[in-house]
């Protein structure tokens, strides 16, 4: 909230938030984690279901973290290997 109104985030001022939170602590975050008075991780998982492979505009700018990037590949090779 900035002078009594809401402020929202942008996808680049969550995206920043979140890489963030991941150098800081070496991880990704859980699903209920906060950070910041963000939501965090339920802003991760909602940008995860975005997203349908390696090409997507989505995972290309979060894979951009080390440490995101190992958490999307997994999420993706769970999702694909469902699908099959």
């Known amino acids: ?3 009594g109104k809401i402020y929202y ?3 680049d001022e969550w995206k920043n938030l979140l890489f963030e939170f991941c150098n800081n602590n070496k991880r990704c975050p859980t699903q209920t984690e906060q950070y910041k008075n963000n939501n965090i991780g339920k802003w991760l998982q909602h940008q995860k279901e975005k997203i349908i492979d390696k090409n ?3 995972y290309i700018k979060l894979s ?3 440490y995101l990037k190992e958490s999307l590949d997994k999420y ?8 099959k």
Do not use: A, Q, Y
């Open 64 to 66: 951009e973290n080390i």
């Open 56 to 58: 997507n505009n989505v």
């Open 1 to 3: 909230m900035t002078n």
């Open 9 to 11: 985030l942008n996808f």
């Open 76 to 83: 993706l090779n769970k999702k694909l290997n469902f699908v």
